[in-house]
Structures are given as structure tokens and as C-alpha cells.
């Protein structure tokens, strides 16, 4: 069965750290990428994603993710994180032929704690 | 402001009972999928639909069921209620069965407890 594997759940780190989270899926065909985050009380928001092209993307908030393919792999970076990441990290994948948003599967999150 | 608005924001019910959750699309949207998030899990996605039609499915029981209203509004149903449904329900709304570049759009969610 297709899955995503998220390889930390909780993650603690102090402000200007830099951050590094695990993800990676199982289908061998071509997917679409995603990394969603969910702030304390808020909905799940894109963080960034990949559908083709170069391999590292760059989302909002200083965010980037490196594709790589032969590591079934989607690993989320920062280099220097504040308090306000504080929230939930979820990576997805789309492995349908489609592409798109249409079929997300999701990783069972990270939950990442950063102190002031 | 989430854009997408879902309905209750918190339901008890009681094994072997019916429940009906609701879903307002965000502005423009046209489809609307659900997705389950047990806890300390990753939401899981149930159904989409599109034109009034359930387009995909995923790895749910007859149980679980919807409907799209012409407006775009969308429905879950689940029948006969077990402890195991106690979740948060996660609606997202996109563009055109969110082919392409429409993201999801996901709402707070209803948080489900079955007793």
C-alpha cells in the first residue's frame, strides 16, 4: 500500500536553529509533493509543494524541500527557525496518474516545539 | 479565515447512531473532498466530489457517504457509528477535482466523539 513515513514526531528545538524533517513515501511512480503545516488553532495551510521541474522548492516562510527521487524522499528545511514555527508538520504525496491536489496521502505528522 | 467552513465544530454521539457533518467551499471552489484525522495520525482521505458526483474514494466503508448540493455544499454521513470514528473531519475545497495547480483548501475541521 502506498504510505508516507514522517521519521520524527516530536522535534524541540531552540530559536535559530536550523530544521530538518524526514519524509519519505513509498510509490515508485511520479508523484506530486507536499508539505502542509497547521499553527496552534488554525486550519492546515500549504507550506510548499512539488509537481516537476527543479528538485528543491521553496515555499513561504524561508521553507524549502528537497525532491529526491532515487531516495523516495521530500525533506523540509529551514536554517534558522523562530518561535512562530511552532505548529505541525505534514508531509503528502499525490500518486495519482491525475496530479494534482485531487488524492493526498499524508504522513502521520510532526509536531515541532521551538523555544524562545 | 479559513475560506472553507465546516459545521459543527464539535459532535458527541453514541455507538450505532447516524451523523450528518457539513461544508461550505471556499469562494470560486468547486470541489470538495473530506478527509478523516484520527488522533496523533495524519488525516486520511475518504471521498471527493465533483459535479455532484463522488469522483474518487478511499479506503472507507459503505458506512461513510456524501453528497454535493448544487451550490457546491457538501455533506458526510456516517451510519452506525463506531468507537473507531471518533475523529477530527477535515474538509478541503479546490478547483476542478484540484487537478493542476488549485491547492486545498482545508476547514477547522469537526471533531467528532463517539461515546
Known amino acids: 500500500a502506498q504510505s508516507v513515513s514522517q521519521h520524527n514526531h516530536h522535534v524541540i528545538l531552540s530559536e535559530a536553529a536550523s530544521l530538518e524533517l524526514g519524509c519519505n513515501y513509498s510509490?515508485?511512480?511520479?508523484?506530486?509533493l507536499f508539505w502542509y503545516v497547521q499553527y496552534p488553532g488554525q486550519h492546515l495551510q500549504l507550506l510548499l509543494k512539488?509537481?516537476?521541474?527543479?528538485?528543491l522548492v521553496k515555499g513561504i516562510k524561508g521553507f524549502e524541500a528537497e525532491f529526491i527521487k532515487s531516495k523516495f524522499s521530500f525533506n523540509l528545511r529551514k536554517p534558522s527557525v523562530q518561535w512562530s514555527d511552532t505548529a505541525e508538520y505534514f508531509c503528502?504525496?499525490?500518486?495519482?496518474?491525475?496530479?494534482?491536489?485531487?488524492?493526498?496521502?499524508f504522513g502521520a505528522g510532526t509536531r515541532l516545539a521551538v523555544h524562545p | 479565515d479559513a475560506g472553507v467552513t465546516q459545521s459543527p465544530t464539535h459532535l458527541i454521539k453514541t455507538r450505532g447512531q447516524q451523523v450528518t457533518l457539513r461544508c461550505s467551499p471556499k469562494?470560486?471552489?468547486?470541489?470538495v473532498s473530506w478527509y478523516q484525522q484520527a488522533l496523533g495520525q495524519g488525516p486520511q482521505f475518504i471521498f471527493q466530489?465533483?459535479?455532484?458526483?463522488?469522483?474518487q474514494r478511499g479506503n472507507f466503508p459503505d458506512r461513510f457517504s456524501g453528497h454535493q448540493f448544487p451550490n457546491y455544499s457538501s455533506e458526510l454521513n456516517v451510519n452506525a457509528l463506531l468507537l473507531g470514528d471518533s475523529a477530527l473531519y477535515l474538509c478541503?475545497?479546490?478547483?476542478?477535482?484540484?487537478?493542476?495547480?488549485?491547492?486545498?483548501?482545508f476547514g477547522n475541521g469537526t471533531r467528532l466523539t463517539v461515546t
Open positions: 478541503a475545497s479546490s478547483l476542478g477535482q484540484g487537478l493542476g495547480n488549485s491547492p486545498l483548501h
Open positions: 510509490y515508485g511512480g511520479t508523484v506530486n
Open positions: 512539488y509537481f516537476s521541474g527543479d528538485p
Open positions: 503528502a504525496v499525490n500518486p495519482s496518474l491525475s496530479g494534482g491536489y485531487n488524492k493526498l496521502i
Open positions: 469562494s470560486g471552489h468547486d470541489t
Open positions: 466530489y465533483y459535479e455532484e458526483e463522488e469522483r
